[in-house]
């Protein structure tokens, strides 16, 4: 019965260790967000509009205090707030404004290549090389620039309007990116054609003339592809031998320091479906990062954290099947063990 007792005991503390403790540890070291928002211009929305509301909280805060340089402060960080809230709703009721319904593929291809984009990305699906080899691109813009093979599907498409229109707006890089300090992808001004939006649906439409083209002829995109396209330009992937596309040096002068290695991160930080969150809004998770907004859609995003998943974490089931095993095995010894200790007690009293 003592021991009974001592075992009760432990479970108990357990119980409030691992359903009581330790949620509330997470709670405070990862605050629970929002699960990840495919409409960008909502997300915005709803992410200036919240940060909006905890500088207003610090500013009531600081006033309670008194201090001069707290309340100058906390009224300059909201001000900052506001004025972020203003830019994304008119940029995004500027996006709002491109019929991506009306976009003409053929005139499209045309307009590309007017606007000089092949100057910088390949399309290897239409059989266009990128200008430049990565070493070249890595020292020219920090960061190699992506092919366009696969961006009309692996991109949501009201992302990729929005991207071409104003890449810094679009990936959220406003803070790192200014008129002294300029982002390497210049926003679109127009192919000489007389409607800027009309223009970038068009080229919305050809983008995804060639990626649906690329899909039908490897029945889809391989996690490879995917990785290549979305990641592979920034980050490792080495238990898959994948390597970032950047020379170190330049990327880490882009980015302030060289991003991870993504094999493992799967284990690190996929609580709350921490990954799907962080690709669609990086902002959201880690305030002031230079990781850039990617723009995936659903079904790429998944497809990506599948992909880590994947290969960081290939022995997932049999893990877990090993831990039910284990403890059956536990249970299993314990009647066992008791029966052969009242056995052996018996025979003594």
């Known amino acids: 019965m003592k021991e009974l007792k001592i075992f009760a005991i432990v479970?108990?503390?357990?119980?409030?260790?691992?359903?009581?403790?330790?949620?509330?540890?997470?709670?405070?070291?990862?605050?629970?967000?929002?699960?990840?928002?495919?409409?960008?211009?909502?997300?915005?929305?709803?992410?200036?509009?919240?940060?909006?509301?905890?500088?207003?909280?610090?500013?009531?805060?600081?006033?309670?205090?008194?201090?001069?340089?707290?309340?100058?402060?906390?009224?300059?960080?909201?001000?900052?707030?506001?004025?972020?809230?203003?830019?994304?709703?008119?940029?995004?009721?500027?996006?709002?404004?491109?019929?991506?319904?009306?976009?003409?593929?053929?005139?499209?291809?045309?307009?590309?290549?007017a606007a000089g984009c092949t100057g910088c990305h390949g399309v290897q699906v239409a059989g266009m090389p990128a200008g430049m080899d990565n070493e070249?691109?890595?020292?020219?813009?920090?960061?190699?620039?992506?092919?366009?093979?696969?961006?009309?599907?692996?991109?949501?498409?009201?992302?990729?309007?929005?991207?071409?229109?104003?890449?810094?707006?679009?990936?959220?890089l406003g803070h790192k990116f200014n008129d002294e300090k300029p982002y390497p992808m210049t926003a679109f001004m127009g192919a000489g054609g007389d409607d800027i939006n009309k223009e970038i649906a068009d080229i919305v439409a050809y983008l995804k003339s060639i990626a649906t083209k690329y899909v039908s002829e490897n029945k889809g995109i391989s996690d490879a592809k995917l990785f290549e396209d979305a990641c592979q330009r920034c980050h490792d992937m080495k238990y898959d031998n994948k390597y970032t596309l950047t020379n170190r040096v330049s990327l880490a002068s882009y980015m302030g320091s060289n991003p991870p290695d993504l094999s493992m991160m799967i284990r690190a930080k996929n609580s709350d479906n921490y990954l799907a969150k962080l690709i669609n809004d990086p902002q959201k998770m880690l305030s002031g990062t230079a990781m850039p907004r990617v723009g995936l859609s659903s079904e790429s995003t998944n497809q990506i954290v599948s992909y880590i998943e994947k290969v960081g974490d290939s022995k997932k089931d049999e893990r877990s099947n090993v831990g039910i095993y284990t403890m059956v095995y536990f249970l299993i010894l314990g009647i066992f063990a008791t029966l052969w200790k009242r056995k052996v007690w018996s025979e003594l009293h």
């Open 11 to 113: 479970v108990f503390l357990s119980g409030v260790l691992y359903w009581g403790i330790e949620p509330y540890a997470h709670t405070q070291l990862h605050p629970h967000t929002a699960a990840a928002n495919f409409d960008y211009a909502q997300a915005d929305d709803v992410y200036a509009k919240n940060v909006m509301a905890a500088k207003e909280t610090a500013l009531a805060n600081a006033k309670a205090t008194n201090d001069a340089q707290k309340i100058k402060v906390a009224q300059d960080e909201l001000d900052s707030a506001k004025k972020y809230l203003e830019e994304y709703s008119a940029f995004w009721a500027d996006i709002k404004n491109i019929d991506l319904s009306k976009g003409d593929a053929t005139k499209g291809a045309d307009t590309f290549m």
């Open 136 to 172: 070249t691109a890595s020292q020219s813009f920090g960061v190699v620039p992506p092919d366009l093979s696969t961006a009309g599907v692996i991109y949501d498409d009201k992302f990729l309007a929005a991207f071409i229109k104003n890449p810094t707006m679009a990936a959220k």
